[in-house]
Structure formats: C-alpha cells, structure tokens
C-alpha cells in the first residue's frame, strides 16, 4: 500500500510539472504576451514598445528558463532595462535590490503576482478556494443524499414503476448541463418579469453573507447535473447486489424487505457509487466555472475566466496548479478509499 | 394586427382539457410512486424471472392502468395541438399552430422514418430492436427531430425569418409579436419574440440546431477515431506503450475543460497555429485507421490492397488536405485550385478542441474493453491462426466491443452538444452573432430576470436533444443486452 500510494504520488508531481508547463507554454506564446504588455502598458504601444516592454520586464527569455524560475529551481532574472532601471524578479517593492532573494518561485512559496488583481497570487487563489470550498460544501451537502436515496430507492426494485420514474428523473438531470438548468431555474424562481421570486438571481451577495434565498438556486444548479449521474451509479449497483445470492438466500429466510435493503444490500451497493463520487470532483469543477458565472458568485471559477480571459499568466498557473492537484489528489483517494471499502481487496 | 396567444382559437376549447389531463396525470403518477413503496402486492400477482414478484390488479393496478390512459389522453391532446397547428397555422392555432406548421418538413420526415423503421424493423438489426423499446423510440425521436430540423433549416424550409435580420420596434417583444414594419411577404409574427437586438428566436434557434447537427456527431466521430486508433494497441499489447499513453490521457484528463478552452480558443492562440497544428496531428487518425484497417484485411491479395488503399486513401487525402489546408493560415499546404473547402477559422478551432477533449476518453474505454476481449477464446483462435496483431485488433477484437461503444457514441454527442454548449456560453470559438444554441443562451442569460424568452427556447432545444440522446443510448443498451 505505502508503495502504491508513493508511486502515485510520483506520478501526480510528474503530470502536474507537465500540465503547467503546457499553461506555461501556451500562455507565453507571444501573441499573449503582446496583450499582455497592451493590457499592462496601453493599446496603443507600437510593435518596438511592447519588444521593450517585455524585454524590460523579463518575458522575452526561453520558456523554459522561466519556467524553471516560476517553479524557482532557476535564479530569477534580473534586467537592467533599456531605460536605466534595474528590475528584478524577485524584487520587491520597498527593498533595496541587493537584499531580494535569488530564487522566488513556487517552491519558495512565491505564487508570484496578478496583473489583472494587482495582488498576490498567493492571497487570491486562497480566499477565492474558500468561497468555493463554501458552496461546494453545500453542494455535496445536497447533491450525495439526494442522489444516493434516489439511486437505491429505483435500484432496489428494478424495473417497477418507482424505478421508471427515478431513472427518467435522473437521466433528465444528467442531460441538462448547468447553463441549461440556471436559466431555467433563474426564470421560474428567479425572475422579476413572471415567476414565483423566491430567490436571488445572483450570488454576489453570499459570498459575505450566504442565506437560503440568495445561495439556493447555485448550489441547486451544480447538484443536479452530478445528482442524476450518482443515481445512475448507485441505481446500477444497487440492481447488482439485489441479484446477488446472499440477497436471495436473505429472502428465502423470511427477512424482510426493508432490513434486506438497509442491512444487506446498502452496504455493498454504496462500494461503487463512492468512486463516483470523488471521480466527480473535476465535473464539479467545470459547473463550478459555469454556475459562478452564471451567478456572478466570485469564487475560484470565477477567478480562472478572469485569469484565462486576461492572460493573466502567473494567476492562470496558480489556479491550474490547485485545480490539477484537487483532481489528482481526489482520484489518489478514492482509489485508496475503493481498497478499505471493498473487503475482498482489502483482506487480500 | 393582433398579439397571438400560444394556443389561438384552438386553444379555447383544448385548453381546459390539456389542464385537466395534465394534472390527472401529474396525480396519478405522484400516486403511483407513493403507493409503490408502501403497497406491497395486489391480489394477482405476476412472478418475473428473477425471482422477483410484480403486483397485478388491486389498487396499484388500477392507479396504473389511469397513468397509462391519462398518458396518453396527454399525447393525444398534444397531438391535437400539433397537427392542428400544422393545418390552421398561426390564425387558428397561435404560436404552437404556428411553429408546428413550420416544422410540417420536420414533421413528414419524422413519420416517414418511422413508418418504414417500423415496418422493417426485423431486418434492420440493432437499429430495428431500438423500436422494441419505449425509451429508446422517444429518444430516436427526440434526436431525429433537430436533426431533420437541422437539415431542413439549412435548406432554409423551417426559419421565419434570417437569424441575423434585425426588424425596427422588435426589441425585447413577447412572443407571437406581429411584425410592425414587415415588408410584404415576410413572415408577419415573431412567434417567440424578439432577442436584445430585434432579432427572431425562433429562427435562430432552429437554425442554431444546424451548427450543432453538423459539427457534435463529426467531432465525436473523429474523438473516437482517435481513440480507437491509440486504445486498441494500448490494451492489446499493454507494457510500456499502454503507460504511455494512458499517462498522456490522464493528463489531458485533468485538465479543467474550460481551463483548456480558454487556452485553445482565444484569438491570440489562433494567430499562433497551434490549432491548426493540432488539427493537422488529430485529423490524421481516420486516415491511419483506415489504412491499417485495409492492409490488415487484404494483405494477403496485394493487387485488391493496392487498388482499395489507392482509391480509398487517396479520396481521404484529399479531403485531408483540403481541411486542415486553409488560405491564410499557418497551415496552407494545397494550392487554391485544388482546395476542395475552407472551414472557417471558429469552427475548425472549436472542432479541434472538442475533439481534443473528447479522445482521452473514448481512450480509456476502448483500452479497457481490448483488455477485457484479447483473453477470448476467439482471440486465442486468431492468434493460432497466424493474424496480424493489427488484424486481430480491428476485425476480432473491435467488432466485438461495438455495442458499449455504440452506446457511448450516443452518450458521447450529447456530451459534446453540452461541450459546444459551453463554448459558446463563454463565448469561446463561434463568432458571437452566431446563432448556435451556448451563445444564445448566454446572450439571453445577460436580461433574464427581465426578459425570459430570448433565452430559455434554446435552452429548451439543447436540453431536448441531449435528453434525447441519452434516452436513445439507453434504450440501445437495453435492448444491446437483450441478447
């Protein structure tokens, strides 16, 4: 197990070093980083201008040197620039050039700055994963109950009318993506034109203050498009175990329907769906994109339209570094919650 | 000229049974949820092969047997409305009239293939079995509806007006709007009003369902190209290839989807080529598959080979090369004479990355199920015999795994739908006048407290197709498993 869990830990480093050198390589290609110097300098800089300003301020170096200096296995740079004045990586404003350390890069602990922010990396990607981490709370917080009764309520008989009905449900949910449902939940409960104006039809609200009527509707939208494919899992285990032997040998028995489903079959049934769920995490966070659009909830998905959307390279690197690292890391558990849950692997 | 209502003059006699029927069969159904789970069995009582027992009669029956009727009381009033409206149009029958009698092309279509579908559906194989399900006829018809939407709109037989036309004093109007300075023979309503910039809904959302049709099945045909190509020999040989390969789909993986997008399809990307670079790599698998999967049939009469691949590869080259080859790009390889077709810019790039997104996936299926068939007797037969392992791969082992992968396609192009979906909600890709269904929504979402109906018609078309997609998936596993 230590061995497993060491090798896989290996290989998540490995794809994450690969996957932001591949943000790293796209966002520096040089028509990005003209906008860039555009956005930073103004729109009206002339092709010399921006070759200056970037030359100025480091970005004109190979790729892969500063990507060596972002992970800060590479000493930052530090340019005399074509007007005089000294500017460095590491620097920092206030301190004297001789005192900025050599090397300034994540393993230093330096996420480096937004531009688009014009603040801290660091400080951005921390307060806006707490936001998230907030409505994701309540999204699990829905979206798993919810989808585990309905799956086993239509898996424990299969084929009856209960289970026609859930099943359509669910596919229903699962093929309405969260754009889809917000609108649609935005128009019926939302809406000031018709519609019945329960809740909010933004979010901007809850991120100090989080109530029913203005948190409802997003963490709605985000838990129905995961619930229906739960269920589906957990209706398709659910079916399995109540063919199995032990189960029948239960009903022949005489136990009753009820203790068969709660004490025999539940167990084993929810093995599977777990899997799921974790392996939902990268699903959620696309919705998460969406529904903080759509809801103009400022939180992390938020923040990579507005990093991604501006060019904002050392943002845009912070929040593909997390969003890799949550995937990777929930799909290192739920392999590693599949062995402790499932007994036949476990013993043996 | 007066507002039309929905339903028109039709509407005041069907009305008040729509609602009744409606709500019969709403109460009905909530009632036979809840019986279900409390009654356990009626008086006859039906044992099914499982060893499970289904109640017959009693009151669960009798609640079932009025779903059923009330069910289709529904569709028949349903019906009424449709083929009314196809007959009286928007006059008689208000904007449903009016709309079901712009669909009439759609509708002929429809019945037509299920007409014949039906009368020779034992000769039709998987296709024809679909119609042995309920679900899956739904969701048939479900996805056959835009599809013939999609055609007919493109043959311009459906849309009222052009998706692009703005009409002064049509701002932000409701639906069934009349027109206040139509020009003679133009369409005299707005039979779902009018979007922020006085343009139809209605029409541009059927024509919105053109550039779903075209580019969702062709992109999920070319994701699993690449998949199968890259997936069969990562399960079937496994070792340090399969690592590979599957190290290189997991990274792409996890990846954020949108992250991805944002990357890919920004204009300044485009200016670089690395699309184009990219559709260069990805468009090749089709042409590899078919290569290998010619030689690795007739390799043993090169005559008959040579002429196939010949034939077969050269045609595909061609069209190759006239679609990665674009005047102006970085990629420009075909001279203009000999450029069979330009895809424009947005829709090569959305094309490419929708592709992109979608292999690793189809990957990772197809590799399992090599893994799962290449320890088959029949295999085993094979090998025996001497094949190819390409031989092997592609005529023993594929043919043998096309049934999930048959449901997965089906799954897979509602995935992409929502996937273009998205794009166009970010306004990724598509010219953002495009009238295709994520940009419309998105358009739409920016007044939707205020106005509603510029938004939810294409949010209800793109729900239905995927609905329909998955229910059609559904239905061919039910009945894949049959056997």
Known sequence: ?348 | MEELSWTGSLGTIMDPVLYVVAALFVVLVALRVVLSLFVRAGPGVVAAADGTATATGGPVGLVDTGMKLSGLALIAVVLVYLLGGAVAGWPGAGIIGGMSRQFLPVWIALVATFALSLGFKRRLGLYGKLFDSVIGMIGFGLVMFWVFTGIFSAMDLIATHAPLDQISGMKNKVPGTPLRFGDEGAYPYYLLGGDNLARDVFSRMVTGSWVVVQIAPLATLFAFMVGITLGLPAGYYGGKLDTFLSFLANLILAFPVILLFYLLVTPEIVATGIPNYMATVLFVFPLVFTGVLINSRFHTSPMKRNLLIAVILGAMLWVYLSLISAGGTKVDVLPYWLDLFDIPGGILVVFVSVVFVNSPTVFRIVRGLAMDIKTRDYVAAAQTRGEGPWYIMLWEILPNARGPLIVDFCLRIGYTTILLGTLGFFGLGLPPESPDWGSTINEGRKLLTIYLHPALPPAFALLSLVLGLNLLADGLREESLKD
């Open chain 1, 1 to 348: 197990m230590g061995l497993f869990i060491l090798r896989r830990v290996g290989v998540m480093i490995l794809t994450a070093l690969c996957l932001t050198f591949v943000v790293f390589f796209l966002t520096n290609l040089y028509p990005n980083l003209e906008k860039l110097a555009k956005t930073q300098g103004n729109f009206r800089m002339s092709d010399e201008a921006v070759e200056t300003y970037l030359a100025n301020h480091g970005y004109l170096q190979p790729t892969p040197l500063k990507y060596a200096q972002w992970l800060g296995v590479a000493p930052g740079w530090v340019i005399e620039g074509s007007d005089g004045e000294l500017r460095g990586r590491c620097f920092e404003p206030g301190l004297p050039a001789e005192e900025a350390p050599t090397f300034c890069g994540v393993l230093q602990g330096d996420w480096g700055y937004s531009t688009v922010f014009r603040e801290d990396v660091a400080e951005i990607v921390s307060t806006r994963l707490a936001l998230t981490g907030k409505l994701m709370f309540w999204v699990m917080l829905l979206m798993v109950p919810s989808a585990l009764i309905i799956g086993v309520l239509a898996g424990m008989r299969e084929g009856s009318a209960t289970d026609r009905t859930l099943s359509t449900v669910s596919i229903t949910t699962t093929a309405t993506p969260e754009y889809v449902s917000g609108v649609i939940l935005i128009a019926v409960f939302a809406s000031s034109a018709v519609g019945l104006k329960w809740f909010n039809g933004t979010a901007t609200s809850a991120m100090e203050d989080a109530n029913f009527e203005n948190f409802f509707l997003p963490v709605l939208t985000i838990a129905l498009y995961g619930m229906g494919y739960i269920a589906r899992m957990t209706r398709a285990s659910m079916a399995e175990v109540m063919t199995a032997q032990y189960i029948r040998t239960a009903r022949l028995k005489g136990v009753a329907f009820r203790n068969i489903v709660l004490k025999h079959a539940l167990r084993n049934a929810l093995i599977a769906p777990f899997t799921v769920i974790m392996l939902q995490f990268p699903w959620l966070l696309n919705g998460v994109v969406i529904v903080e659009t759509l809801f103009n909830y400022k939180g992390f998905g938020w923040t990579l339209v507005q990093a991604a959307g501006n060019n904002d390279i050392e943002l845009l690197l912070g929040v593909s570094v997390v969003s890799v690292f949550v995937v990777l890391i929930t799909q290192l558990l739920s392999d590693i919650g599949y062995v402790y849950l499932n007994p036949r692997i476990r013993i043996s």
